[in-house]
């Protein structure tokens, strides 16, 4: 069975940092591109962020970029996302998803960060 | 940026009807396009990629066309369980980018 485990969520005040992690099981994690999806309150669906399989690649939406980092480690079979610069609108439920074709087959079930003070 | 609109906004059906939602690039993303649904409490299941293919496991009622700038999901007969947000999304160009979703209302 396929499982992504987000971890580290929580309550951030605006300026500070967080990281989250995604633990993978029961896929060929080494072999798959990953990302981070956010879907903030009131607001549709936003991809935040991906990494290549080896990790030698990444790419950002805009209004993160600068503030966040995706990472990965495949001896952990983990996925990260350093959150720096914390603003009230990146209080949202933070997935993350395995890519196939570009597409996302497998999702975890979230973690949510709030930020305010 | 490949901004994707949807339409309509919602879309309020009885079970038993066919539901067609809309979602238009702002620029051509070829074939690469995905379709979800997101209930609440939920993580977004994947419906549709590269435009026309099912996911694994996906009911036969579910079905995607289109190229280019124009895609269509098309729900052949409503199920009770299809009752959802459902959101575009475009494969092609970094960074990627959803549509703002389609609500099916009952």
């Given at each position: 069975e396929v499982q992504l485990l987000e971890?580290?969520?929580?309550?951030?005040?605006?300026?500070?940092?967080?990281?989250?992690?995604?633990?993978?099981?029961?896929?060929t994690y080494s072999s798959s591109a990953m990302h981070w999806?956010?879907?903030?309150?009131?607001?549709?669906l936003e991809w935040l962020a991906g990494i290549t399989a080896s990790g030698a690649n990444?790419?950002?939406?805009?209004?993160?970029?600068?503030?966040?980092?995706?990472?990965?480690?495949?001896?952990?079979?983990?996925?990260?996302?350093?959150?720096?610069?914390?603003?009230t609108d990146d209080t949202a439920i933070y997935y993350c998803a395995r890519g196939v074709s570009g597409a996302y087959d497998y999702w975890g079930e979230g973690t949510l960060v709030t930020v305010s003070s | 940026e490949t901004v994707l609109t949807q339409?309509?906004?919602t879309l309020s059906l009885s079970p038993g009807e066919r539901a067609t939602l809309s979602c238009r690039a702002s620029q051509s993303v070829s074939s690469s396009l995905a379709w979800y649904q997101q209930k609440p409490g939920q993580a977004p299941r994947l419906l549709i990629l590269d435009a026309s293919n099912r996911a694994t496991g996906i009911p036969a009622r579910f079905s995607g066309s289109g190229s280019g700038t124009d895609f269509t999901l098309t729900i052949s007969s409503l199920e009770p369980e299809d009752f959802a947000i459902y959101y575009c999304?475009?494969?092609?160009?970094?960074p990627?980018?959803?549509g703002p979703g389609t609500r099916v209302d009952i």
């Open positions: 971890s580290g969520g929580g309550l951030v005040q605006p300026g500070g940092s967080l990281r989250l992690s995604c633990a993978v099981s029961g896929l999806v956010r879907l903030a309150p009131g607001r549709g990444t790419f950002y939406t805009d209004s993160v970029k600068g503030r966040f980092t995706i990472s990965r480690d495949n001896s952990k079979n983990t996925l990260y996302l350093q959150m720096s610069s914390l603003r | 339409s309509p906004a999304q475009q494969c092609s160009n970094w990627r980018t959803f």
